[in-house]
């Protein structure tokens, strides 16, 4: 049987002026046009090995080009095209894969890259889901180190503010809410720590810093803030929460940290009034 959407091997069976039918144990063949050698010389006897789809036509072909993507599998691949029912991604072949609407977590856009799982359709043809939570793997135990530094991507977002990401767009991983300042879409590539790995598996991250770490990029971001405004800025450790975010990108208590170390450097001083720089 000849898979669709994954590597066979086949054996050429005979030479055609367009190109090479290959065939599998039951006899069943498919076409592999001249176009799709790939630089590869072929004689007839030889079996090779050859990735399965449908062209724009909808025929059954071969090829010895290597796809971005194969069935059963999630990658990570451009968006080239919308259309009124789903849109299409370029998965390294003559022939995007569509991507219906009804698997579309979110609206895509033309020239972004995001995360979509592989399948075959009711009619046989390669499609693509932006769905892909049910698709993701648990992490092995002790696979991953709490503080450990990943490569993750958005593939959804929460209501309630949590990312759920993919780490080497692989395992499941969650951000939530009070971990990361700035909105990531689906489809941003991220670096972010290890900060707890839960009972069922799942590793939560986190984009903020070590507490030392991002006291001293914070206490930078202020004295330069304070340079930039006369030696004056209308922010203690009184100020709200939400004034402090929207300015700084931090949170209140890392603010009134930085603030703190600054004070006991003698590099600012506090009244009601706000901060100067001394």
Known sequence: MILIGDYNDLKVSKKVDFGYYLSDEFGDEVLLPKGSLNGKSVKEGETLTVFVYRDSKDRLIST??????????????????????????????????????????FKLKTNKKYLFYMYLDKTDRLALTAKIDEYLEIAEPDQFNVSEEVDAIVYDTCSNGTLNVAIDKKYRGLILENEHFDYIYPGEEIKARIKKIYDDGTIGLTTRRKRLDEREVLSEKILQYLRENGGFMAFNDKSSPEDIKKTFNTSKNYFKIALGGLMKQKLIAQDKEGTRLL
């Open 64 to 105: 010895l080009k290597t796809p971005k993507l194969t069935i059963g599998n999630i990658g990570y691949l451009e968006v080239v095209g919308q259309s009124k029912i789903g849109a299409f991604a370029d998965f390294g072949l003559e022939r995007d894969v569509f991507i219906p609407l009804k698997e579309q977590a």
